[in-house]
Nanobody
Framework: QVQLVESGGGLVQAGDSLRLSCAAS????????LGWFRQAPGKAREFVAN????????YYADSVKGRFTIYRDNAKNTVYLQMTSLKPEDTAVYYC???????????????????WGAGTQVTVSS
């Protein structure tokens, strides 16, 4: 069992930066793929970024590529999402997720992940 708690959300202006954190409890944290998703009002939850367990390889949605960086600190059981050049369209509730290690899984779909945090609100004003 893994429990995830996000923090770091808030209200910022367009062009600002923000770092989200997701602290995990439980064992074998380094064996999980970790991801960030977001959900804007009236929209489906969408993939933002992931980082795998081995070599920390990462993958990003096109909408955030070049602006967001995901990284993990296995010693601290924490995954981060560094967001720069924020835009009003980045406004959403951001969720952290953890998925067990599986073969042939992209970890870009909600169903790829087994555990979810409660989310943290990010609001970007224009």
């Amino acid at each position: 069992q893994v429990q995830l708690v996000e923090s770091g959300g808030g209200l910022v202006q367009a062009g600002d930066s923000l770092r989200l954190s997701c602290a995990a409890s439980g064992r074998a944290f380094s064996n999980y793929a970790l991801g960030w998703f977001r959900q804007a009002p009236g929209k489906a939850r969408e993939f933002v970024a992931n980082v795998l367990w081995s070599a920390g390889s990462t993958y990003y949605a096109d909408s955030v590529k070049g602006r967001f960086t995901i990284y993990r600190d296995n010693a601290k059981n924490t995954v981060y999402l560094q967001m720069t050049s924020l835009k009003p369209e980045d406004t959403a509730v951001y969720y952290c997720a953890a998925g067990r290690q599986r073969a042939y899984v992209t970890y870009t779909q909600r169903g790829n992940f087994d555990y979810w945090g409660a989310g943290t609100q990010v609001t970007v004003s224009s």
